[in-house]
């Protein structure tokens, strides 16, 4: 299905269940990575032969991001690590004194800097915050601690960032200056009761903030001055995050989650933690390789 500037769409399961999240298109080998938390996964998928192979992470991986070199970088429970020739290396501890956290989603900025974000693995604690990866030394960034961060993620030029409080459904947003450091953070946009709780964030090159909806079927768009655009429908209702790849960042692939589904409603979701597709005529912007 193509989605029009206004027109909602629906989406194509592509297959291959894995209870994903953090999808990030590889752009020099043309795959799609992504996690899958609870399992301790990474997986890749290769859409011209559809091919998944999964490898095992340590604790609970929240994303990843492919590096220039052919590496990985992997954001698990303890810290920020390297994944290269089956080897896990942790390159960054985070929140140390915070054991009940973890890391939760992640984007590469156009200055090459890594922004994350991290959790209360208890879904409970308002202990989550979001950290700048940069020149080897990560930097914690100011916005008010929240219990679940999603994102984040970044406008065209990099000059504004857009941050997820998932459980106040809520997106934020900020300047970010020259330094890259972000600056005071204003309400974006909501996700209204009834719609499920905004997950992942992305951007495409219009500069339209797209959203999954854990618990909302579907993916929410936002124009930059944050009006509600439209919704592209899914069967499945945990819908984690997209990413915008294909040879011409047009083809959107989704992750979708079976996390709290009750066994009646994985009876009528039989899709649910399955990776979906859809097409769209704005592209995404090209994925940026970190410079850390």
């Known amino acids: 299905m193509r989605a029009g500037a206004d027109d ?19 752009i020099a080998r043309e795959c799609l990575w992504f996690v899958d938390i609870k399992g301790h996964r990474l997986h890749r998928f290769d859409p011209k032969t559809g091919a998944l192979e999964s490898t095992a992470a340590p604790e609970e991986p929240g994303w990843v991001v492919p590096l220039r070199d052919g590496a990985l970088l992997v954001g698990a429970k303890a810290g920020v690590h390297r994944h290269a ?11 140390q004194d915070l054991p009940g956290n973890r890391l939760n989603d992640a984007a590469v900025h156009p200055d090459g800097s890594v922004w994350l ?35 984040p993620a970044f406008s065209p030029d990099g000059r504004t960032v857009y941050l997820v409080d998932t459980l106040e459904r809520t997106i934020l947003s900020a300047p970010v200056d020259a330094e890259g450091h972000p600056g005071v953070t204003r ?21 339209t903030v797209w959203v999954g909806l854990f ?58 933690g399955d990776l979906f597709t859809f097409t769209v005529e704005v592209p995404g912007l090209a994925p940026e390789y970190p410079s850390v």
Not at 128 to 141: D, N
Not at 190 to 201: H, L
Not at 227 to 255: Q, R, S
Request: net charge positive; with cysteine.
């Open 117 to 151: 974000g991290t959790m209360d693995n208890a879904e409970d604690a308002p202990s989550g915050g979001y950290y700048r990866l940069h020149a080897g030394v990560c930097t914690a960034l100011s916005p008010k601690p929240m219990i679940i961060t999603n994102g």
């Open 215 to 272: 618990g909302g079927w579907g993916v929410v768009r936002f124009a930059p001055d944050g009006t509600m655009l439209g919704k592209v429908e899914f069967p499945v209702a945990n819908v984690t995050k997209i990413a915008f790849g294909g040879a011409d960042l047009t083809t959107v692939y989704a992750t979708t989650a079976r996390k709290g589904l009750s066994q009646g409603e994985l009876a009528a979701q039989p899709a649910a």
């Open 85 to 95: 020739r089956g080897a896990f290396t942790l390159l960054h501890a985070v929140e």
């Open 187 to 207: 309400i974006f946009a909501r996700v209204p009761p009834g719609m499920g709780y905004p997950d992942g964030p992305a951007v495409d090159s219009a500069g």
């Open 8 to 26: 909602d769409s629906r989406s194509r399961r592509e297959g291959r269940r894995c209870a994903g999240r953090g999808p990030v298109w590889d």
